[in-house]
């Protein structure tokens, strides 16, 4: 069963910085593209950035991008999205994903591509 765990969100004023944290079981972690979604209130969810699993491809929304980094830890299966300048606009629940094919070299933007889910983690940004 695969179980995808985030972590790390919280409160934070404008301009803070938060790590989230992704944490998969069930998997084998290394072969999989790895996506962080987002999804404020009242709007649909939307990406925010992909890392493909051989790391070497990295995607990011233009809205974070230049502010925000993903990574991955492949002994720890986990990873990572380090948000800096963080703005009220990025206050959301956010969520990791697993690709739903192996060794993927796209990071996908798509939800329809990923099909594996964590719960999500709030993140709020104080203005």
């Known amino acids: 069963q695969v179980q995808l765990v985030e972590s790390g969100g919280g409160l934070v004023q404008a301009g803070g910085s938060l790590r989230l944290s992704c944490a998969a079981s069930?998997?084998?972690?290394?072969?999989?593209?790895m996506g962080w979604f987002r999804q404020a209130p009242g709007k649909e969810r939307e990406f925010v950035a992909a890392?493909?699993?051989?790391?070497?491809?990295?995607r990011y929304a233009d809205s974070v991008k230049g502010r925000v980094t993903i990574s991955r830890d492949n002994a720890k299966n986990t990873v990572y999205l380090q948000m800096n300048s963080l703005k009220a606009e990025d206050t959301a629940v956010y969520y990791c994903?697993?690709?739903?094919?192996?060794?993927?070299?796209?990071?996908?933007?798509?939800?329809?591509?990923?099909?594996?889910w964590g719960q999500g983690t709030q993140v709020t940004v104080s203005s």
């Open positions: 890392l493909a699993w051989s790391t070497t491809i990295i």
């Open positions: 994903a697993a690709d739903r094919t192996v060794y993927s070299m796209t990071p996908h933007t798509k939800e329809d591509e990923y099909d594996f």
């Open positions: 069930g998997l084998t972690f290394s072969r999989y593209t």
